[in-house]
């Protein structure tokens, strides 16, 4: 049984930073992993990817300023977010895709394994 539990939301002000944490569990192979996020009445986007092999993708209204990593010891993905906007309010939701390693795996149809979700608000 997959499950991602997801952690680390909370309101910051604009400028600030947060960290996303996102642990897996029921899965040994890492594969493709991604996180995204979905403004109220809007469609869920791809932020941020990567893969087992470690590379890694951003969209660009978060290039440059968000990190996503991992930890494959503890099986868990990190989103590093920095010098949020306003405009990042959003909830956030970790995916994975333990059986494909593509990167980048942008459509959400991609993956088969979804967080929770996280509110962030700035």
């Known amino acids: 049984h997959v499950q991602l539990v997801e952690s680390g939301g909370g309101s910051v002000q604009a400028g600030g930073s947060l960290r996303l944490s996102c642990e897996g569990s029921?899965?040994?192979?890492?594969?493709?992993m991604a996180w995204f996020r979905q403004l109220p009445g809007k469609e869920r986007e791809a932020i941020a990817a990567t893969n087992s092999g470690g590379k890694v993708w951003y969209a660009d209204s978060v290039k440059g300023r968000f990190t996503i990593s991992k930890d494959s010891d503890k099986n868990t993905m990190y989103l590093q977010m920095t010098s949020l906007k306003s405009e990042d309010t959003a909830m956030y939701y970790c995916?994975?895709?333990?059986?494909?390693?593509?990167?980048?795996?942008?459509?959400?149809?991609?993956?088969?394994?979804w967080g929770q979700g996280t509110q962030v608000t700035v």
């Open positions: 029921g899965y040994t192979r890492s594969g493709a």
């Open positions: 995916a994975a895709a333990p059986w494909r390693d593509r990167c980048p795996l942008t459509s959400g149809s991609d993956y088969a394994y």
